[in-house]
């Protein structure tokens, strides 16, 4: 197709989707009659029914009016789906009815063959899935979880041979895993936490899933023994906890996992039958947990080398007897359990050094010599009980127990003559040869069965201990609740001593911050989807090691994004918005709370804010691959600092969409149009499924990241209004290459606010960008000094000379037809006038259709 012909397409596409009315039998029809049907009424909702559908909110067409996508997400449906109106819809490609109230579906759903996304998550649906379900063979990801689902898996699942994300998380599943999900080569994602499954894992499990990323299959009735994993090469993230695996696992897979958690089950054996692959890097581990197993001999001697680990519990197995493990080196470990480990000897002195530890439990070993004197300002539960300790408390220890949530000295050989202490309630027993002895009920929630003896002849020694005593009871009957698993502690707020306080000064290489806190512990952080959590900037700043350079992954336009880890295993990373804003706290908080209700596959989500002082902080969902800057210009995939180059892992695979290495994904047009059609779908979104409509303002490649599937997700959208600066100097200083001519011709004098169009510029850049594979300024465009991206592209398109500018990587790989298509779609998006623009609407069908030809 010509230029001009697409160009004369595009116009008529627009006329003909303005004339169009909602006629009987067409899509039109079918979305009116669903959201009428629904009780979802244009008044309330912001829908104009008499405009054309394609132009409602969550409603994506192709050209020929076709819907192709729906975004559902959180609009109140109540009910059952009606037959007879999304089900109808035949060319629907993208169904998102997530966070509704929705009890069932309706039939003809099952008939939407075209089917690449479906999202009906944390709804109320009921019933069992049909083996209807085998109709989607194109679909690509599937998401029930936190439903009321029940019955089995349906064997047809193994028609879903396309599927690479599959999210059946607490959706009420039964009976065993079927063998045709083995069927599913592609799987990316696996998520069947939290059901009522049972029986052994198919044959041929792991082998059946040589792509997977994320594993989980906590909290079942699954049995097995000898689990074997070697053939998940690429897995990052393993849940088997609680459930009813024995033996061990071996032979255990060499890519970099970060989170393993096989906890809660009955594995048993040597622990060294647990085997790391001797590739197996250790820097990559974060949370590790081997607790309440059968397990014996010795704790790794390798364990030393996870230098990034937070979380690491290898309580109550079957251990031999052993000296303190070396844990120096692990700087930001926050939660570390030895309990029932079988140590004897000292305590190791590099247990000082952890200077973000929050909880440490070494009971029930045989631990001896004195207690050391804890440096550890982060630490709020400690548990030394039923060891062999002798001595004092050091001083340092005892005036720390004031600001301690929790803490256990109980049953050891300690003396205790001090007469300062502030918490009596937390000591019983105390005799006249001085030994301390703390109520074990005050730091193990559990239920009391019988009350010591020492405790009845201390009632009966003086009145102060009969005071103590009902306070202890008082404790017992209100405080503690019986658990099933000991060491099950809610994450809560960071307590300090009381001499630490803000202001705090944090400095980059390119500012210098301040965050206006007087009390680390009154100052609190919200994560919108645990607000039980009751984290606090204290939290925040050890979740960044206290904003260390070595947790800075960027330095954006906003200011700088470090790296950070909340307790429970929460990856995030953490946004300053360090030029300040204009908006009050109320206002701040507002605007961030509606970002974070704003959901889309194809945007990274806030997961929280902080707001300290005058400085406000957006906190997000941790991108496993980093952005598409450092994917075309910089960094391999994945990689976030030049330290790391050395473990990444350089393999291609026929497809490239799953391949660890950089370069076997470039080498596919596929992976490109991918990221293309995930970042206009995400733009789109923002224009036309957001009302009041989203302008990004600032987008470009370091705001495309890629998640752990390798989805585009695009980040910060709706911080400029956040910002401060006013629009006239936001873009007069905006990011090179990527400012559309209208902001640049104008910097002398006034300009008009930005538009939707702004948006369009700048993704058409990010366009030219991937099929080049060059940067929008000041690189190399074939002798061309004068000459940006955009100028040096629109003038090959013009002349018809294309071809000169794709990227050799991809060019002669039989997509290069549709490349050149893809670059006249970018020359309509970099058009001078803003007037001549497509929206991103049509972009995103425009893209449809030159989808690259599907892999063999």
């Given at each position: 197709m010509g230029f001009s012909v697409l160009g004369s397409f595009l116009v008529l596409s627009i006329l003909f989707r303005h004339s169009?009315?909602?006629?009987?039998?067409?899509?039109g029809s079918f979305i009116h009659d669903f959201l009428k049907k629904m009780s979802v009424k244009s008044s309330s909702s912001g829908y104009n029914?008499?405009?054309p559908f394609c132009s409602w909110r969550g409603v994506y067409c192709d050209k020929g009016d076709n819907v192709i996508e729906l975004v559902f997400s959180g609009l109140g449906l109540v009910g059952v789906v009606p037959d007879t109106t999304i089900g109808k819809l035949s060319h629907l490609e993208y169904l998102d009815l997530s966070n509704n109230k929705i009890t069932a579906l309706p039939s003809d759903l099952w008939s939407l063959n075209s089917l690449k996304y479906l999202n009906l998550s944390f709804n109320q649906i009921t019933g069992s899935l049909p083996s209807n379900i085998g109709n989607f063979g194109r679909l690509e990801s599937l998401d029930l979880s936190e439903n009321r689902l029940s019955g089995s898996l349906p064997e047809a699942i193994d028609s879903l041979t396309s599927l690479q994300i599959l999210n059946l998380k607490k959706s009420g599943f039964e009976s065993s895993i079927p063998f045709g999900l083995l069927q599913c080569h592609s799987l990316v994602f696996l998520d069947l936490s939290e059901n009522k499954l049972s029986g052994s894992l198919p044959n041929g499990f792991a082998a059946a899933f040589p792509k997977l990323m994320f594993l989980s299959l906590a909290e079942n009735g699954i049995t097995g023994s000898d689990l074997d994993l070697s053939g998940m090469r690429y897995l990052s993230h393993l849940n088997i906890s609680g459930n009813m695996f024995k033996g061990s696992v071996v032979s255990f897979f060499q890519g970099a996992i970060e989170v393993l958690d096989l906890s809660n089950n009955q594995m048993e054996g040597d622990v060294s039958q647990v085997k790391f692959d001797s590739n197996f890097n250790w820097s990559h581990l974060v949370h590790l947990d081997l607790s309440q197993n059968k397990l014996s001999g010795e704790i790794y001697g390798d364990i030393k080398l996870a230098q990034n680990i937070k979380f690491l519990n290898v309580a109550q197995n079957r251990f031999s007897q052993q000296q303190f493990p070396e844990i120096s080196m692990m700087h930001g470990l926050e939660y570390l359990n030895l309990s029932d480990a079988?140590?004897?000897?000292?305590?190791?002195?590099?247990?000082?050094?952890?200077?973000?530890?929050?909880?440490?439990?070494?009971?029930?070993?045989?631990?001896?010599?004195?207690?050391?004197?804890?440096?550890?300002?982060?630490?709020q539960i400690l548990d030394v009980s039923y060891n062999n300790f002798t001595g004092e408390i050091p001083q340092l220890v005892l005036k720390k127990l004031p600001w301690m949530e929790k803490y256990n000295f109980s049953f050891n050989n300690l003396t205790f003559c001090a007469s300062n202490i502030t918490h009596e309630s937390a000591f019983i027993g105390a005799l006249s040869s001085c030994p301390i002895a703390a109520n074990p009920a005050f730091f193990h929630r559990k239920a009391a069965k019988h009350r010591s003896i020492e405790f009845a002849l201390v009632l009966t020694i003086s009145m102060v201990f009969l005071l103590i005593g009902l306070f202890t009871l008082l404790f017992l009957a209100f405080g503690c609740r019986r658990k099933t698993r000991m060491w099950e502690v809610k994450p809560s707020s960071h307590k300090e001593e009381p001499?630490?306080?803000?202001?705090?000064?944090f400095q980059t290489d390119s500012t210098t911050w301040t965050a206006d806190v007087k009390q680390v512990t009154s100052v609190p952080v919200v994560i919108f989807e645990k607000p039980l959590l009751n984290f606090t900037f204290a939290d925040l700043l050890s979740a960044t090691s206290h904003f260390d350079r070595g947790t800075l992954l960027a330095e954006g336009r906003f200011g700088p994004v470090y790296r950070g880890y909340f307790p429970g295993g929460i990856h995030v990373a953490v946004k300053v918005l360090v030029h300040g804003s204009t908006l009050t706290d109320q206002e701040a908080a507002k605007e961030l709370e509606y970002l974070g209700r704003i959901k889309h596959p194809n945007l990274v989500p806030l997961t929280g804010y902080c707001l300290a002082g005058?400085?406000?902080i957006a906190i997000y969902d941790y991108m496993e691959n980093g952005n598409l800057q450092n994917l075309l210009h910089d960094l391999p995939l994945g990689v976030q600092a030049t330290d790391d180059w050395s473990t990444d892992t350089w393999e291609e695979e026929n497809n490239g969409i799953q391949s660890v290495g950089s370069e076997g994904l470039l080498t596919t047009w596929t992976f490109r149009h991918k990221i293309l059609l995930g970042t206009a779908r995400a733009l789109a979104f923002l224009h036309h499924g957001c009302s009041p409509a989203i302008?990004?303002?600032d987008v470009k490649a370091s705001s495309v990241y890629l998640d752990m599937n390798l989805e585009p997700r695009l980040s910060d959208f709706g911080l400029s209004k956040?910002?401060?600066n006013s629009l006239e100097d936001e873009f007069a200083r905006g990011s090179p290459g990527y400012v559309p001519p209208e902001y640049l011709q104008s910097q002398s004098g006034s300009s008009d606010p930005p538009t939707p169009k702004s948006d369009v510029y700048a993704f058409g850049v990010i366009l030219f960008e991937l099929i080049t594979g060059k940067k929008p300024v000041g690189d190399d465009y074939h002798a061309n000094k004068e000459a940006t991206l955009v100028t040096w592209v629109r003038d090959l398109v013009r002349k018809n000379e294309a071809s000169r500018a794709i990227d050799p990587k991809i060019r002669g790989t039989g997509e290069d037809a549709k490349i050149k298509e893809a670059m006249k779609i970018g020359y309509l998006c970099t058009a001078e006038l803003s007037s001549k623009r497509p929206t991103m609407q049509q972009v995103v069908g425009l893209l449809k259709d030159i989808e690259p030809h599907s892999p063999q």
């Open positions: 169009l009315s909602q006629e009987s039998n067409t899509d029914f008499s405009a079988n140590l004897i000897g000292n305590v190791s002195s590099g247990l000082s050094m952890l200077s973000s530890l929050k909880i440490l439990d070494l009971s029930r070993n045989h631990i001896s010599g004195h207690i050391p004197p804890f440096s550890i300002k982060s630490l001499n630490i306080s803000g202001p705090f000064s005058e400085q406000q302008i990004h303002r956040i910002f401060g």
